[in-house]
C-alpha cells in the first residue's frame, strides 16, 4: 500500500442511529460496493472500510471479526455485472456480509448530498452541513468509477423522491388496493365478453349482408332464403347476447360506483371532521396560551429558585435591558468548548468519539449601574453611522443614488395556509409547493444580503484594539440580523440553480455583496461581502420540517466575518427559527438556542457563548431574550452581552471576578449600547413590513447580471401586485429548472455508459475549496464578479429566467 497523505476528516453518526438504514442498503442488492479508505478521526488517519452503495444511500461499515479478511479482500470495487463468484468466495462474502450488517458506521442519503473530488484519488461526500466521509481509493480509475456512481445514484435517488411525493399528493383518493384489483378483474371479465359479442354480431352481420347480396340474383331461391334464415337468426342470437353483457356491466359498473362512492364520501367526511378537530384543539391551545399570558407572574412576585430563572423582572415598554435585575443573569457554558475544525463544520462525530455535555454555572452581576453615565450608552447606529464617512480616495466623490422608500402596497389575496400545508406535515419546507399568496417579493439570496442591514456595527469593530470588545461588537451584529424576523412572515422565493444577486452599496453604507445559489439538491446559497475595515462571508443551506401547528427551520453551514488590520477572524453558525400558528391565529416568529462564536488566526482561542431563549407564557424573564459571556483564550470572561434579538443589545466589561472557579461571579462595568433596532414605518404592514433597506433590495438596476434576482420575472410580478401571472411564471421557472436537470441527468447517464466522466455543475463565481484552516470544502468567491460587470463579460451566466 502506497504512503497515505491526510487531506481531510470525516465524521460518523451514532452508530446505533444509523444501522437501521445500513441494514436495509447490505441486505440488498448493491448497486456498488468495495474497500475504500476513509479518515477517521480518532485515530487521526485512514481506515480501511467497507462500502456499500444501495437504493440511494452510502453505507460503510468495519468487522471487527474481519479485519485480516479486510486486508486479503480485493481493493477494487466490484460491480453487479462482474464474473460469477466461486463457491468460496460466496461464502466468505456472505460471512462477511453478515458480520457488517451488525457494524454499520454510517451512512449519507444522496438525495441531498454534495459529491466532490479533491484529487486523483480522494473525494469527498458530504450532506450540507451535518455529516461529512472523506474518502481515498486505490487508484483514478476506481475513484471515478465511485464518483460516477454515486453521480448516478443520486440522480436516481431524487427522480424516486420526486415520485414518492407525487405518489403521496394522491393517497388520500386511493381506494384499498385488493377490492379495487377484485373489481378491476370483474369488469375486466365483462368488458371481454362484449368485445367477443362484437366480434361475433360484426361477423354473422357481414354474412347476413352477403346472403341478401346473393338472395338478389334470383337462383336456387330457396336454399338461399334458408341461409338468409339461418344468418338472421345466428345475427340475433348475438345481438342478444350483446345486450345482455352490456346490461351485465352497467349493472356491475353501477352497483361498484355506489360502493365506492358512499366511500369516498365517507372518507371525505373523516378527513374534514379530523380537519376541524385539529383546528379546534389549535384554537384552543391558542386561547390557553393568551389566558397564561395575561396571568403571568408580575414583577412583585417573589424570585424562584431555578437556578435559570433567578431574575424575573420585565422589561419596561422603550426602557434599558440593562435594569438592575435584568442586567445580572446565570448562564450555563460548556466547559470544554471544541475549537472548529473539518469536523466541526460538518456537525458530524468520529468513529468511536462521543461528546462532552459538561457545562459551568456563572453569575453575572452589574456593579454601580445607578451612577452610569449615560453617555456609555450612545448607540452605534446613531444617525452619523448610518451612512459611513468615505476615505480621501475616489470614492470619496462618488454621489450615493437616490433609492426608493418602500414598494408596492401588498394586494389582499385572502387564503388559508392551513388549507394548503395541511397534508405535508413532516416533510422538507423547500419541498411544499407554495404559491406566491404566502412569499414576499424578495428571493432568499437577497434575504440572506439583509444581514447587512446594521453593517456600521461590523465598522465599529473594525475599530476596536482589543479583541475580546470586537467580538462583543461582532456578537451584537449576529444578533441585529434576526432584528426583522419579529414582524415578517412572509416567505422568500427559494432562488433558482445559478441565480445570482448583488448589492452594491459602497456609495453610501460602504460595501458591496455578491451572492449565488451554487446547489440545487440540496439547496445552497455562497455569499461574499466586502467594506474597507471587515469581509464577510457565508454557505448558507437549511433543514425545516412542518410539524403541523408550526414550522422549524434549522441553519446549517457557517458564517465568517475577517478584520484585515488585526488578522482576527470569527465563525459562527445561526440559531433555529420557528413560525408559529400555522393553523390558526396570528404567524409569530421565535428564534432560540445556542450559538458558539469562535476566534481564528489572530484570534484563537477567544469564544463567545450566546443563548436566545425560546418564548415562553411561563416565564418572569424578559421575552426574546438573548444573554451570554466572551471568554479570552483562557477561558476567562471579558465582556458580557445582553438584550433581546428584536430590539437592542447591550455590551459590559468585567470589572472584577470572585466566587469559586466552578462557580465564579462576574462584576460588571457601566453597559453601552452595541445596537439598537431602527423601526420601520408605521405603515410598512401594508408592503410586507418591509424595512428601508428590504425596500432597495429589489429595485432595478442597470448592467447587472442575467441571472440577477431582480430580473426573475414571477418574483417582479408579484411586487407589481400581478399575483394570478406570477404564480403561472413561478411554475414555468421551475418547470425548466427540471428539464435542465433531467438533460443532466441523461448526460451524466449517457457519459457512464460510454465509460467517461461527467462534471458535476459548478458555480460561475464560487468554487469549491478547502476551508483556511481546516480540512472542510466551502465556496469561496473568486473575485471575478466585479470585473465582469465592469466589462459586461455574462458569457459564462447559463438562461434560467
Not at 204 to 230: F, M, P, Y
Not at 337 to 353: I, K, L, M, P
Not at 364 to 387: E, H, K, P, W
Not at 409 to 425: E, G, Q, R, T
Request: hydrophobic residues 30%; neutral net charge.
Amino acid at each position: 500500500m502506497s504512503e497515505v497523505v491526510p487531506t481531510g476528516k470525516a465524521g460518523l453518526p451514532a452508530a446505533n442511529a444509523a444501522t437501521a438504514s445500513g441494514t436495509i442498503a447490505a441486505q440488498s442488492e448493491p448497486d456498488m460496493k468495495g474497500w475504500l479508505l476513509k479518515w477517521t478521526n480518532y485515530l487521526k488517519g485512514y481506515q480501511k472500510r467497507w462500502f456499500v452503495l444501495s437504493k440511494g444511500v452510502l453505507s460503510y461499515y468495519r468487522s471487527k471479526g474481519s479485519m485480516m479478511q479486510c486486508i486479503r479482500a480485493p481493493r477494487s470495487p466490484t460491480r453487479l455485472n462482474a464474473p460469477p463468484e466461486t463457491k468460496k468466495d460466496r461464502k466468505k462474502n456472505k460471512k462477511n456480509q453478515a458480520e457488517m450488517t451488525h457494524t454499520c458506521r454510517g451512512t449519507i442519503s444522496l438525495h441531498g448530498a454534495l459529491i466532490h473530488t479533491v484529487d486523483s484519488c480522494t473525494f469527498v461526500i458530504s450532506n450540507g452541513g451535518t455529516q461529512t466521509f472523506h474518502i481515498k481509493a486505490a487508484n483514478e480509475v476506481e475513484r471515478q468509477s465511485w464518483v460516477t456512481a454515486l453521480e448516478l445514484a443520486k440522480a436516481k435517488a431524487i427522480r424516486a423522491m420526486e415520485s414518492d411525493e407525487e405518489e403521496e399528493d394522491t393517497a388520500a383518493n386511493t381506494i384499498p388496493s385488493e377490492e379495487l384489483n377484485l373489481v378491476v378483474r370483474e369488469l375486466t371479465v365483462r368488458l371481454e365478453n362484449l368485445k367477443t359479442c362484437y366480434d361475433l354480431i360484426t361477423k354473422h352481420g357481414a354474412a347476413l349482408q352477403r346472403a341478401l347480396s346473393e338472395l338478389e340474383s334470383g337462383e336456387d331461391l330457396a336454399n338461399k332464403t334458408k341461409i338468409v334464415s339461418e344468418r338472421a337468426t345466428l345475427f340475433r342470437i348475438s345481438s342478444n347476447a350483446m345486450i345482455n353483457a352490456c346490461s351485465d356491466y352497467l349493472q356491475t359498473a353501477q352497483t361498484q360506483g355506489h360502493k365506492w362512492s358512499k366511500m369516498l364520501q365517507h372518507e371525505r367526511d373523516q378527513k374534514l371532521h379530523l380537519e376541524e378537530m385539529v383546528e379546534q384543539l389549535a384554537r384552543q391551545h391558542s386561547h390557553l396560551e393568551q389566558a397564561a399570558h395575561r396571568h403571568r407572574p408580575n414583577a412583585a412576585a417573589s424570585a424562584s429558585d431555578d437556578e435559570d430563572n433567578e431574575f424575573y423582572d420585565a422589561q419596561e415598554e422603550g426602557g434599558s435591558v440593562a435594569s438592575q435585575e435584568d442586567s445580572s443573569f446565570i448562564l450555563k457554558i460548556p466547559v470544554a468548548h471544541h475549537r472548529r475544525n473539518s469536523n466541526d463544520a460538518t456537525g458530524s462525530s468520529s468513529e468511536g468519539e462521543e461528546g462532552n455535555s459538561e457545562t459551568q454555572q456563572v453569575l453575572v452581576v452589574t456593579d454601580n449601574l445607578d451612577n452610569m453615565d449615560m453617555t456609555d450608552r450612545i448607540s452605534v447606529n446613531s444617525s452619523q453611522a448610518l451612512t459611513p464617512t468615505l476615505s480621501n480616495n475616489n470614492q470619496s466623490t462618488k454621489v450615493a443614488r437616490r433609492r426608493r422608500t418602500r414598494v408596492p402596497d401588498k394586494p389582499n389575496y385572502p387564503l388559508n395556509l392551513w388549507s394548503i400545508i395541511k397534508n405535508c406535515i413532516g416533510k422538507d419546507l423547500s419541498k411544499i409547493p407554495m404559491p406566491v399568496n404566502f412569499n414576499e417579493p424578495l428571493s432568499m439570496l437577497q434575504r440572506l444580503t439583509e444581514d447587512f442591514e446594521y453593517s456600521e456595527i461590523l465598522d465599529k469593530a473594525a475599530q476596536c484594539k482589543d479583541t475580546c470588545e470586537q467580538l462583543a461588537y461582532v456578537t451584537a451584529f449576529t444578533v441585529s440580523s434576526y432584528s426583522t424576523t419579529s414582524n415578517r412572515t412572509g416567505k422568500p422565493f427559494n432562488p433558482l440553480l445559478g441565480e445570482t444577486y448583488e448589492c452594491d452599496r459602497t456609495d453610501d453604507l460602504g460595501w458591496r455583496c455578491i451572492n449565488e445559489q451554487v446547489s440545487h439538491h440540496p439547496p445552497m446559497a455562497a455569499q461574499y461581502c466586502e467594506s474597507r475595515g471587515w469581509r464577510c462571508w457565508q454557505e448558507f443551506t437549511m433543514t425545516s420540517k412542518f410539524r403541523g401547528k408550526y414550522i422549524q427551520i434549522v441553519p446549517l453551514g457557517y458564517a465568517h466575518v475577517e478584520f484585515p488590520a488585526t488578522g482576527n477572524k470569527f465563525t459562527w453558525r445561526k440559531v433555529t427559527t420557528t413560525v408559529h400558528n400555522i393553523i390558526v391565529g396570528k404567524l409569530w416568529v421565535d428564534n432560540h438556542g445556542d450559538m458558539e462564536i469562535y476566534g481564528e488566526k489572530s484570534a484563537k482561542g477567544v469564544k463567545c457563548h450566546l443563548k436566545y431563549l425560546p418564548y415562553s407564557y411561563f416565564t418572569r424573564d424578559t421575552q426574546r431574550r438573548v444573554k451570554g459571556v466572551v471568554m479570552d483564550n483562557s477561558n476567562q470572561v471579558k465582556w458580557v452581552i445582553n438584550g433581546t434579538w428584536d430590539s437592542k443589545i447591550e455590551i459590559a466589561p468585567v470589572t472584577s471576578t470572585s466566587g469559586s472557579a466552578e462557580n465564579p461571579v462576574y462584576k460588571t462595568g457601566n453597559y453601552k449600547t452595541a445596537w439598537s433596532r431602527r423601526l420601520p414605518p408605521t405603515d410598512c404592514d401594508k408592503y410586507y413590513n418591509f424595512t428601508l433597506l428590504a425596500c432597495q433590495l429589489n429595485e432595478p438596476e442597470p448592467n447587472v447580471a442575467p441571472t440577477d434576482s431582480r430580473l426573475r420575472p414571477d418574483q417582479r410580478l408579484m411586487e407589481d401586485g400581478k399575483w394570478n401571472e406570477s404564480n403561472g411564471e413561478k411554475l414555468r421557472l421551475e418547470e425548466k429548472q427540471r428539464a435542465r436537470r433531467r438533460e443532466r441527468e441523461a448526460e451524466a447517464e449517457k457519459a457512464a455508459a460510454e465509460g467517461r466522466p461527467y462534471p458535476p455543475y459548478e458555480p460561475i463565481w464560487f468554487s469549491k475549496q478547502q476551508d483556511e484552516g481546516t480540512d472542510s470544502l466551502v465556496h469561496v468567491f473568486k473575485g471575478t464578479y466585479w470585473d465582469a460587470k465592469a466589462k459586461q463579460e455574462w458569457s459564462k451566466c447559463p438562461d434560467i429566467f
